[in-house]
C-alpha cells in the first residue's frame, strides 16, 4: 500500500511562511518531518545546532502520537499526524497534531515522571524555548513548539 502524504509549499506573506506536512502516523514517516526541518532550516540559514535541535524535538513530539497509534485494524486507515511550521524571522513555531484524533495522548499520561512521554517531554522543554501541549475533544492532543532562532546568512533569492 502506498503511503499517501499531503504537502503544501512554502507560503511566503512576507512576514512568515507556512509549510503543512501530512503523514500517517507510524514511526518510519517521522524522518519526513526531521527532513522538512532541514530544507526549512537551510532555506533560512540557520545554523546547524539549531537545525539539529529542532529535529529532535519534532522527532519527539512526533514519537509521542507513534507509540501511542498502534497498529490499525485490518481494512481501517492509520491515524495521520499534521505537522506545520511556522517561520517568521527570529522564531520557529511547530505545531504537532493528530487531526483525526486516532492516536490522542492523555493529558495525565505527559505528567507522570516514568512515563515514555514525559521523557519525550523533558527532551522537547531542554531543546526549544516554549513547549505548550494541549487537548480537548475538538482539537485532540497538539504539541506547540517554539524555538528563537538566527540566521547565519542571508537568505537567497
Known sequence: MAAE???KALVDTGEKSTVTLTIPCRAE????????????????????????????AVTEACACFVTRAGEPAPGDTPPVLRIDFGVAPGTWTVTVSNPDRKARI??????????????GLTIMRALVDLVE?????????????????????????
Open 5 to 7: 502524504s499531503e504537502h
Open 29 to 56: 514517516y517521522v524522518v519526513l518531518g526531521r527532513l522538512a526541518v532541514g530544507a526549512l532550516g537551510a532555506r533560512e540559514g540557520i545554523d546547524e545546532e539549531t537545525v539539529a535541535d529542532l529535529k529532535v
Open 106 to 119: 492523555e493529558a495525565g499520561s505527559l505528567c507522570d515522571p516514568l512515563s515514555e512521554g514525559a521523557l
Open 133 to 157: 501541549e494541549s487537548d480537548n475533544d475538538e482539537e485532540g492532543t497538539v504539541f506547540r513548539l517554539v524555538k528563537q532562532v538566527r540566521s547565519d546568512s542571508p537568505v537567497a533569492a
